[in-house]
Nanobody
Framework: VQLQASGGGLGQPGGSLRLSCAASESIFTFNTMGWFRQAPGEQRDLVAS???????KYTDSVKGRFIISRDNAKKMVYLQMNSLKPEDTGVYYC?????????WGQGTQVTVSS
């Protein structure tokens, strides 16, 4: 498995979770990396991305609440999720942007519920 996402779980509305993704060097070093979310019954969508030079972009629904970061030395990508909402629920995956099919891992489940 090339990309392993972890850190999901049950989060309270208004609470926080931090996701981590361990990447192999072949995909990490020169690529923009992204976090993708797949809600039940929906397609997998890009939530946030970060370039090798640390420029970030976010989908409108998470702007101001989520923070994507990366540690180039450790080949890790993170997603700090704050002010959680029920609509943040889904399986979160990391991959390059654009995503490479062979690098999809198992994802990590995030459930936001009281």
């Amino acid at each position: 498995v090339q990309l392993q996402a972890s850190g999901g779980g049950l989060g309270q509305p208004g609470g926080s979770l931090r996701l981590s993704c361990a990447a192999s060097e072949s995909i990490f070093t020169f690529n923009t990396m992204g976090w993708f979310r797949q809600a039940p019954g929906e397609q997998r969508d890009l939530v946030a991305s970060i370039t090798p030079s640390l420029s970030t972009k976010y989908t409108d629904s998470v702007k101001g609440r989520f923070i994507i970061s990366r540690d180039n030395a450790k080949k890790m990508v993170y997603l700090q999720m704050n002010s959680l909402k029920p609509e943040d629920t889904g399986v979160y995956y990391c991959n390059s942007k654009p995503p490479l099919p062979r690098y999809w891992g198992q994802g990590t489940q995030v459930t936001v519920s009281s």
